[in-house]
């Protein structure tokens, strides 16, 4: 008889997104929204209802998830500054399976991050040069802004001797 040893560890599933808003899913205080499966990860998991973002920009903003750090104390403020999330090692190493799935913006672009597998969807195929001195990916958006004569602010004219402005735009 093979007796098998029952895993006692919770699942952990963190979902990340980008631009939600605390008034968009029904189980949260929202009944006009229909959100049923979302609804079912709130009453079977745990939600974080009292948090914030600490940038604007989503690379930030992971890194500062992922290291436990101010965007001040990381040094990411763009996709190209080299980061790696730690908590993932830490729970890869203590015999959890980690994967990624969408984007994260870890750099170098293929490095695992801790994760045993990454299914990235971060359309770095299709690059768009806005800027002689910036790399950044396509986004929808802009074309949008574009079309209506307004104009994106770069999110790339942080160098590292300006940090404090830097630090001024993000608020």
Not at 81 to 99: D, F, T
Request: aromatic letters at 12%; a positive charge; hydrophobic letters at 35%.
């Amino acid at each position: 008889m093979n007796s098998k040893k029952i895993e006692t560890r919770p699942n952990i599933v963190l979902i990340m997104t980008d631009q939600q808003r605390a008034d968009t899913i029904s189980q949260l205080g929202c009944p006009w929204m229909i959100t049923p499966n979302l609804d079912r990860l709130v009453k079977e998991g745990v939600s974080f209802t009292n948090c914030f973002v600490t940038s604007p920009v989503c690379v930030s903003s992971r890194a500062s998830v992922f290291l436990g750090a101010y965007p001040h104390t990381t040094n990411v403020y763009t996709n190209f500054e080299v980061w790696q999330p730690n908590w993932v090692q830490w729970l890869a190493e203590s015999g959890y399976h980690c994967v990624n799935i969408g984007k994260m913006h870890i750099n170098p672009y293929d490095a695992k991050g801790g994760f045993h597998q990454r299914f990235c969807v971060e359309n770095k195929d299709r690059p768009l040069f806005l800027e002689d001195h910036e790399r950044a990916i396509y986004d929808e958006w802009d074309k949008a802004l574009k079309a209506k004569g307004l104009e994106k602010p770069s999110r790339y004219t942080r160098v590292r001797d300006n940090r404090d402005a830097f630090m001024q735009n993000l608020g």
